[in-house]
């Protein structure tokens, strides 16, 4: 079962930053946050992962909160190109697999 | 380098017949998931390899279903006899063990049994 909770569906206009949320509260202390990102059609998409640093790559940041019971992606500048389903897994990294819940439906608006 | 690539990407077969599904893993990988996508379940793992050896197969829902490594650049997940229930999208994915930091998925097979 999928250790995270996450909203179902968001929106966001074009431009503007998406910020997803995540609830871990379960989380244990080695464990990480994976997010992936699912486009109409084609397979997921590894985003970024951390452990309780906030991290940053060209995709996304990741904002881990300091009792790591939560997280944010955040997408700076949205695109409609960003409109994908989104997933937050907790893992133990290179535990697998990788257990995927129902993710966040994000909804990029021109 | 191409990434991960399945075949075929679409397959509409019969009731009863066989299906096999193929996938090349990025050539470096030692860790390979098979995975299955339906609107009702989502995203299930059925198995996965590491260095060609089966791990857990426990998500694969029944004796139809077979998956095979014979080497580290190919893989083979069949059903025999297929049944309508099967008709999903299924993926694989690879990524490199122990860290398994980033799995890299296929752009899926999607099966329809009639």
């Known amino acids: 079962d999928a250790k995270t909770t996450q909203p179902t569906s968001m929106d966001c206009a074009e431009g503007r930053a998406a910020n997803l949320p995540c609830n871990h509260s379960t989380i244990s202390g080695n464990e990480y946050v994976y997010w992936y990102r699912q486009i109409h059609s084609q397979g997921p998409q590894y985003i970024i992962h951390?452990?309780?640093n906030n991290e940053t790559n060209e995709m996304a940041s990741l904002i881990i909160t300091e009792d790591r019971k939560s997280s944010t992606l955040i997408l700076p500048h949205a695109t409609l190109r960003d409109t994908a389903v989104y997933y937050c897994?907790?893992?133990?990294?290179?535990?697998?697999?990788?257990?995927f819940g129902k993710g966040t439906r994000l909804s990029v608006i021109a | 380098d191409a990434g991960v690539i399945q075949s075929p990407r679409h397959e509409v077969t019969e009731m009863g017949q066989e299906v096999t599904l193929r996938c090349k893993p990025i050539?470096?990988?030692?860790?390979l998931f098979w995975y299955r996508q339906t609107m009702m379940r989502g995203l299930e793992l059925l198995i996965y390899f590491n260095n060609n050896v089966p791990i857990d197969d426990s998500g694969m829902p029944e004796d139809r279903f077979s998956a095979k490594m014979p080497n580290a650049s190919f893989s083979t997940l069949k059903i025999q006899p297929s049944e309508p229930r099967d008709s999903a999208v299924y993926f694989c994915?690879?990524?490199?063990?122990?860290?398994?930091?980033?799995?890299?998925f296929g752009s899926g097979t999607q099966l329809s049994v009639l």
């Open positions: 994915a690879s990524s490199f063990w122990p860290t398994n930091e980033k799995l890299f």
């Open positions: 050539s470096g990988h030692n860790s």
């Open positions: 897994i907790v893992n133990l990294e290179g535990n697998t697999p990788l257990v």
């Open positions: 951390g452990l309780k």
